[in-house]
């Protein structure tokens, strides 16, 4: 386990580190504010942590009945947790997840998006020659994306494809490829609709190179060492803030809480719902930006099995599906982690639409995408797990994404203290790294930055 002084070697590494460094407290100049922090997600863990660190007295308030937030392993089936949030460390290399990861000795499992087969509609895997028709495709597709940003006025990718997509007739292979394009690269990647993505801004992010692994026994390895010497109250869903004067007031459905010093980590997807009372309201620019990101929704279904009956060899298997966007991606555990487990995944529209049906409907239909690929006499299915976050009160969404009528700033604008009072954190703060555990990891450091700062 990791000590303080581990953990503080560990932040040398660290791209704010030198925020940190510059304004590090001596014993005597112990900080005896007090400072509560709004949601026990990576974002909010990782600021408490490091205040905690540099002598603060720091509390943690969660409406959830545990830690982690959007960082969600269960425990139902020993021999795998498996993720129902947050699933990967996206980029290994120079991450700050993965120093903390290797800190922690945790066994970390690889999966290559190169390492896939695709299955067409009938359920025959893709031919050499239609393999190289779809990457012409989805050259072509970026190709006309690239121009589009070029333009003096955003639109979104569906718009931008429009023209393009228009020569081929709907029942057409090739209209049945370029949707899964669009979906499989696109809207599984950032959660939005193509409808509603951004083609300025959709990829501005920047990434961390390597390749992208699991946890095999779960990502909340990461949120209990975070967790671990900070006081967490579970089960307060908070009503209201007041930060008109003196200490933030801040009301859950339990208690008050007052703090000299607050930092807000309440997912995109809660502040969009209005939920919550400011006092006084937040500025208009914080709420231009609150409305004009996008929160993206990427659904999990887990399916569990006697045995393998897909290719074993395989991380990624991909559906042309005849119903735009369903059951398009798969992953595979059995390369990874010798089980027999397939994870199919439903974002966007498709990840929204699908949370209205039952779990029954949800595992047979996943089941009927299986059975074209791979027969009708498949084994058995054991068990399945299934996620709703659009559904989730607590976060109304997986991850945030750039939506049309995004700019830059306004990222910026969500991350901006308030009269050295309120202060804000979480992945959709974050610029560069938005919708990813690292995003919100160094967004909390930057918010206790600010503070120490201060």
């Given at each position: 386990m990791i000590d303080k002084r581990n953990f503080m070697q560990l932040f040398s590494s660290l791209l704010m580190n030198s925020m940190i460094a510059n304004t590090a407290c001596k014993a005597k100049d112990i900080k005896q504010e007090e400072i509560v922090v709004i949601g026990a997600g990576i974002s909010g863990l990782s600021a408490a942590k490091t205040l905690k660190a540099q002598g603060y007295k720091v509390k943690i308030i969660e409406a959830r009945n545990r830690i982690g937030g959007r960082l969600w392993t269960s425990n139902k089936w020993q021999d795998l947790p498996v993720d129902l949030g947050a699933s990967w460390i996206h980029g290994v290399d120079n991450n700050p997840?993965?120093?903390?990861?290797?800190?922690?000795?945790?066994?970390?499992?690889?999966?290559?998006?190169?390492?896939?087969?695709?299955?067409?509609?009938?359920?025959?895997?893709?031919?050499?020659?239609?393999?190289?028709?779809?990457e012409k495709l989805s050259n072509k597709i970026y190709s006309i994306i690239e121009n589009a940003q070029n333009n003096n006025q955003?639109?979104?990718i569906r718009k931008a494809i429009e023209t393009f997509v228009k020569k081929y007739p709907k029942n057409s292979q090739t209209y049945q490829l370029i949707n899964f394009i669009?979906?499989?690269?696109?809207?599984?990647?950032?959660?939005?609709?193509?409808?509603?993505?951004?083609?300025?801004?959709?990829?501005?992010?920047?990434?961390?190179?390597?390749?992208?692994?699991i946890f095999k026994d779960g990502y909340n390895i990461i949120s209990n060492f975070l967790a671990?010497?900070?006081?967490?109250?579970?089960?307060?869903?908070?009503?209201s803030i007041n930060w008109s004067s003196g200490k933030v007031k801040i009301t859950t459905n339990e208690k008050v809480f007052f703090a000299d010093k607050a930092i807000i980590t309440i997912p995109l997807g809660v502040l969009k719902r209005n939920i919550i009372q400011f006092t006084p309201n937040l500025p208009n620019e914080k709420n231009i930006a609150i409305n004009n990101?996008?929160?993206?929704?990427?659904?999990?279904?887990?399916?569990?099995?006697?045995?393998?009956?897909?290719?074993?060899?395989v991380d990624w298997i991909e559906f042309i599906s005849k119903s735009q966007g369903e059951w398009s991606e798969w992953v595979s555990f059995q390369n990874a982690a010798q089980m027999p487990i397939l994870l199919g995944f439903n974002a966007?529209?498709?990840?929204?639409?699908?949370?209205?049906?039952?779990?029954?409907?949800?595992?047979?239909?996943?089941?009927?995408?299986?059975?074209?690929?791979?027969?009708?006499n498949?084994?058995?299915?054991?068990?399945?797990q299934i996620t709703r976050w659009a559904k989730d009160e607590?976060?109304?969404?997986?991850?945030?994404?750039?939506?049309?009528?995004?700019?830059?700033?306004?990222?910026?604008?969500?991350?901006?203290?308030l009269n050295n009072k309120l202060f804000f954190a979480g992945e959709a703060c974050e610029k560069q790294y938005f919708g990813t555990v690292h995003g919100a990891y160094l967004s909390g450091i930057r918010a206790a930055g600010e503070i120490i700062k201060a």
């Amino acid at each position: 386990m990791i000590d303080k002084r581990n953990f503080m070697q560990l932040f040398s590494s660290l791209l704010m580190n030198s925020m940190i460094a510059n304004t590090a407290c001596k014993a005597k100049d112990i900080k005896q504010e007090e400072i509560v922090v709004i949601g026990a997600g990576i974002s909010g863990l990782s600021a408490a942590k490091t205040l905690k660190a540099q002598g603060y007295k720091v509390k943690i308030i969660e409406a959830r009945n545990r830690i982690g937030g959007r960082l969600w392993t269960s425990n139902k089936w020993q021999d795998l947790p498996v993720d129902l949030g947050a699933s990967w460390i996206h980029g290994v290399d120079n991450n700050p997840i993965t120093e903390i990861a290797n800190q922690l000795n945790a066994t970390l499992l690889k999966t290559e998006y190169d390492n896939s087969v695709i299955y067409n509609s009938d359920g025959k895997i893709f031919s050499d020659a239609q393999q190289e028709e779809i990457e012409k495709l989805s050259n072509k597709i970026y190709s006309i994306i690239e121009n589009a940003q070029n333009n003096n006025q955003d639109i979104s990718i569906r718009k931008a494809i429009e023209t393009f997509v228009k020569k081929y007739p709907k029942n057409s292979q090739t209209y049945q490829l370029i949707n899964f394009i669009l979906n499989s690269e696109i809207e599984q990647e950032y959660g939005g609709s193509i409808d509603d993505i951004s083609t300025f801004w959709y990829d501005s992010d920047k990434q961390f190179g390597g390749d992208d692994k699991i946890f095999k026994d779960g990502y909340n390895i990461i949120s209990n060492f975070l967790a671990q010497g900070i006081d967490v109250e579970l089960g307060q869903k908070v009503n209201s803030i007041n930060w008109s004067s003196g200490k933030v007031k801040i009301t859950t459905n339990e208690k008050v809480f007052f703090a000299d010093k607050a930092i807000i980590t309440i997912p995109l997807g809660v502040l969009k719902r209005n939920i919550i009372q400011f006092t006084p309201n937040l500025p208009n620019e914080k709420n231009i930006a609150i409305n004009n990101i996008g929160m993206g929704v990427l659904n999990k279904c887990y399916l569990r099995f006697e045995e393998c009956f897909w290719p074993d060899d395989v991380d990624w298997i991909e559906f042309i599906s005849k119903s735009q966007g369903e059951w398009s991606e798969w992953v595979s555990f059995q390369n990874a982690a010798q089980m027999p487990i397939l994870l199919g995944f439903n974002a966007a529209n498709k990840g929204i639409e699908i949370e209205n049906l039952s779990d029954k409907k949800i595992v047979d239909s996943a089941m009927s995408a299986l059975k074209v690929m791979f027969g009708a006499n498949i084994p058995k299915l054991i068990d399945y797990q299934i996620t709703r976050w659009a559904k989730d009160e607590f976060s109304f969404g997986s991850y945030s994404y750039n939506k049309l009528g995004y700019n830059p700033k306004m990222r910026d604008a969500l991350a901006k203290p308030l009269n050295n009072k309120l202060f804000f954190a979480g992945e959709a703060c974050e610029k560069q790294y938005f919708g990813t555990v690292h995003g919100a990891y160094l967004s909390g450091i930057r918010a206790a930055g600010e503070i120490i700062k201060a």
